[in-house]
């Protein structure tokens, strides 16, 4: 059973940065792709960054240039560096990986910015 264990969420002040991280229970190797989402209630949950097994990346338009998202192979993990965060920013993050067998998410971790 895959596993994805997101961390790093918390809460900051508007214009600060958080680096949120998704550690795979295999190698990410084995993933087409890895992707961040977000949830605020009342919404659907939404596409925020997406990488590649060959290292693509695409990003909402709402957050490009603010966000990165990046893997390390040798810890199978994945990281999203959020930066000049908004409020709008707020929400659950979760991390979502696909591979043939099918498609994986993680518990979700706490993001909340204060204007």
């Known amino acids: 059973q895959v596993q994805l264990v997101e961390s790093g969420g918390g809460l900051v002040q508007a214009g600060g940065s958080l680096r949120l991280s998704c550690a795979a229970s295999?190698?990410?190797?084995?993933?087409?792709?890895i992707r961040w989402y977000r949830q605020v209630p009342g919404k659907q949950r939404e596409l925020v960054a997406g990488?590649?097994?060959?290292?693509?990346?695409n990003y909402a338009d709402s957050v490009k240039g603010r966000f990165t998202i990046s893997r390390d192979n040798s810890k199978n993990t994945v990281y999203l560096q959020m930066n000049s965060l908004k409020f709008e920013d707020t929400g659950v993050y979760y991390c979502?990986?696909?591979?043939?067998?099918?498609?994986?998410w993680g518990q979700g971790t706490q993001v909340t910015v204060s204007s």
């Open positions: 979502n990986a696909n591979d043939i067998y099918g498609s994986y």
């Open positions: 295999k190698s990410i190797f084995s993933f087409m792709a």
């Open positions: 990488i590649t097994s060959g290292g693509s990346t």
